[in-house]
């Protein structure tokens, strides 16, 4: 086998995979933490609409008075 296609040998290697290993391992952890803070934002906007509603909700029950119908 000619030099040219040890390409450095398994020490190059190694170091090859090595780096490619770190770039998958922060690339993973970059998605990890946008779909984190994505979820987090999304989890504020259900709360923030939640209490909403129960607001709302307490405001309506407390309008609302039986039918008086006499026959």
């Known amino acids: 086998m000619p030099k ?3 390409r450095g040998g398994a020490k190059a290697h190694r170091k090859r995979v090595q780096q ?5 391992r922060g690339m993973q952890r970059k998605a990890q ?10 989890i504020e906007a259900i ?4 209490s909403g509603e129960t607001e709302n909700n307490e405001e309506v029950t407390s309008e609302e008075q039986p ?5």
Do not use: P, V
């Open 33 to 42: 933490e946008e779909y984190q803070a994505a979820m987090m934002k999304q």
């Open 20 to 24: 490619r290993n770190n770039h998958l």
């Open 67 to 71: 039918l008086n119908i006499k026959l």
């Open 4 to 6: 040219s296609r040890l």
């Open 47 to 50: 709360r923030a609409q939640m």
